[in-house]
């Protein structure tokens, strides 16, 4: 494992500012008869860590999606820093620059190096020099570890590794917010460690960040706060530690039970 | 033999009619069929239903149909070009419908995730297409656009009855002067054989080039 993270597991993520980042209000989407968000009301603090959690089917990826409009709403509002969302256009593409994400499937770009793949949206988005880009994505590549995979191809890698090369590659637009859409949900388990400790040491710099994820351990110590949601609602929305030690509502105790003892 | 050699100033015109045909209206077609293809993967509802409308028409179309409505309808609109001209337009227009499905096709086989991670690094529609979604598009789609190329260069006979001079229309020229009409065709074919047999050779080079490109 010589391309293992070197940072130390951080304690847990730092205090929100208060400043609310991502504000969603009545939010609600169909797909077709199914009503995958209803009515979701929830508020993002600057430099807050909110991990969604909760039962496959109940919304919480879809939720993710549409906070940079790759999933579009019905009705409701969403405001990034203070800006609706726009619609489809130049508008929304710089908007989402600002806005990093992570997918389940890792996403990269399969025709490009690791190096590529981290460099391209600086310089065709943010209009970066090469050079430049070359620089800052080589210190993320080693931030991930993976400062001696640059030259490879995606295929190359290993499922954590590919994962941490696209942690990488969002990192290197400066993001404002990140977005982690189930992770660690591809991986064997054991490379999701590795990608579970970068996202430990940026939820401790400050980075504001949304996690979808099934991994319970991260939820208990790298959030400031897990949202809990069912068919579509948000069921509860509290500290970790109460959520996990005293959840309040049935459904969330159930989905406890069926996942904290087997 | 004879009929080759002593009407080669003819046969070799033809051929390179039917080359200049084939290379020019190929080069129409492949630039339409892109962006055609780009519009029916654009979010923009009125660009889908541009490429839409463009793709059924024109592929739903005899071809001769087409040439008719060209040569004989533009002029009426105040057009009026050379008849190679006219015949570029109707067979790149044409054959530009085949390229866009072609393409659209293997658009198709790039995982959606692939143009989500460029949305969503703020690439624009166009950055996505042309910097992630179509170089990886490419090698599925160089078979299909292969196939269509050669039908292009086989369409391009239709030229030959609207004034432009093409290989297929050399036989008119010969059969008047007596020549024996199977061997004619013969080296007709042989023409057509060499440039369609040629394209095939270029597009299986690019197919074993791109191979290994991922």
Partial sequence: MTDAPTAPTPPGPGPATGRPLVVLQGVNKHYGSLHVLRDIDLTVDEREVVVLIGPSGSGKSTLCRTINRLETIESGSITLDGQPLPEEGKALARLRAEVGMVFQSFNLFAHKTVLDNVTLAPIKVRKRGKAEAEKRARELLDRVGLADQANKFPAQLSGGQQQRVAIARSLAMDPKLMLFDEPTSALDPEMINEVLEVMRSLAAEGMTMIVVTHEMGFARSAANRVVFMADGQIVESRPPAEFFDSPQSARARDFLSKILHH | ?214
């Fill in chain 2, 1 to 214: 033999m004879n009929v080759l050699f002593d009407n080669w100033d003819t046969y070799w015109e033809g051929f390179l009619g039917t080359l200049k045909l084939t290379g020019v209206s190929a080069a129409l077609a492949l630039v339409l069929g892109v962006l055609v293809a780009a519009c029916r993967v654009s979010p923009v509802a009125p660009m889908r239903m541009f490429g839409a409308v463009w793709v059924n028409v024109l592929r739903n179309t005899p071809l001769t149909l087409l040439f008719f409505a060209v040569v004989l309808g533009l002029p009426r609109f105040g057009i009026v070009l050379p008849f190679f001209v006219f015949a570029v337009l109707a067979l790149g227009c044409y054959t530009s419908a085949f390229i866009c499905e072609a393409v659209r096709a293997g658009i198709n086989t790039v995982p959606t995730g692939q143009g989500e991670a460029a949305r969503s690094l703020g690439m624009t529609f166009g950055q996505t297409l042309g910097l992630i979604v179509l170089p990886q598009a490419f090698r599925s789609v160089i078979p299909p656009i292969g196939s269509t190329l050669i039908a292009l260069a086989k369409n391009s006979a239709i030229a030959g009855s609207f004034s432009v001079v093409e290989l297929l229309g050399t036989y008119r020229t010969l059969s008047e002067l007596g020549f024996n009409i199977v061997w004619t065709f013969v080296w007709i074919a042989v023409g057509y054989l060499i440039i369609t047999l040629s394209i095939s050779a270029v597009f299986a080079y690019l197919e074993k080039h791109w191979e290994v490109a991922r």
